[in-house]
T-cell receptor
Framework: AQSVTQPDIHITVSEGASLELRCNYS??????LFWYVQSPGQGLQLLLK??????LVQGIKGFEAEFKRSQSSFNLRKPSVHWSDAAEYFC???????????FGAGTILRVKS | DTAVSQTPKYLVTQMGNDKSIKCEQN?????MYWYKQDSKKFLKIMFS???????INETVPNRFSPKSPDKAHLNLHINSLELGDSAVYFC???????????FGPGTRLTVT
């Protein structure tokens, strides 16, 4: 069955430091992969997506992610974190039946000044 | 320009009541979804409609009934509300042939 694992429930980084959020997936074919961000009290916003082609994808707000098939991973990175990046981040894989996406449990990012 | 909108944003009600949440998207998308996000922030799909046709119906109590009057709207009606229904409900939509989903701001339902 398709699944997504985000091993880190919480991550704290200093403002200006680099960030990497981990995502591992289980999927029977070539996956479509997504990262979403949810700020407190808000809906989910699409940060970036991977469908095919270049395995390093660029997204909004200076984020990027790298698809590594051999490791079944799609880790999210940012070279320099800003305080406004504090939020919860969700990785998702699909499609499954009915075009459904399967979401990970999320990683809460805290940014300290 | 609101892409996916939901009303109301907050809903506080008592057990046993019936309530509805409305969702509208102006993106021209063909597929719409309802998700439930529980207190642990776990996001679980409930329903999906494509061009007004139900295509996903996860294991959700019969008290939940979605209705799609047209492809821009997907409403969620909940009968006989229970304490365990308290959660944030998100509507989302996606274009035909694409799997990226665009989410509404959520409706926080509190059942007392």
């Amino acid at each position: 069955a398709q699944s997504v694992t985000q091993p880190d429930i919480h991550i704290t980084v200093s403002e200006g430091a680099s960030l990497e959020l981990r995502c591992n997936y289980s999927y029977g074919a070539t996956p479509y992969l997504f990262w979403y961000v949810q700020s407190p009290g808000q809906g989910l916003q699409l940060l970036l997506k991977y469908f095919s082609g270049d395995t390093l994808v660029q997204g909004i707000k200076g984020f990027e992610a790298e698809f590594k098939r051999s490791q079944s991973s799609f880790n999210l990175r940012k070279p320099s974190v800003h305080w406004s990046d504090a939020a919860e981040y969700f990785c998702a894989v699909g499609p499954t039946y009915g075009n459904k996406l399967v979401f990970g449990a999320g990683t809460i990012l805290r940014v300290k000044s | 320009d609101t892409a996916v909108s939901q009303t109301p944003k907050y809903l506080v009600t008592q057990m046993g009541n019936d309530k509805s949440i409305k969702c509208e998207q102006n993106l021209g998308h063909d597929t719409m979804y309802w998700y439930k996000q529980d207190s642990k922030k776990f996001l679980k799909i409930m329903f999906s409609y494509n061009n007004k046709e139900l295509i996903i119906n996860e294991t959700v109590p019969n008290r939940f009934s979605p209705k799609s009057p047209d492809k821009a709207h997907l409403n969620l009606h909940i009968n006989s509300l229970e304490l365990g229904d308290s959660a944030v409900y998100f509507c989302a939509s996606s274009p035909q042939g694409s799997y990226e989903q665009y989410f509404g701001p959520g409706t926080r339902l509190t059942v007392t």
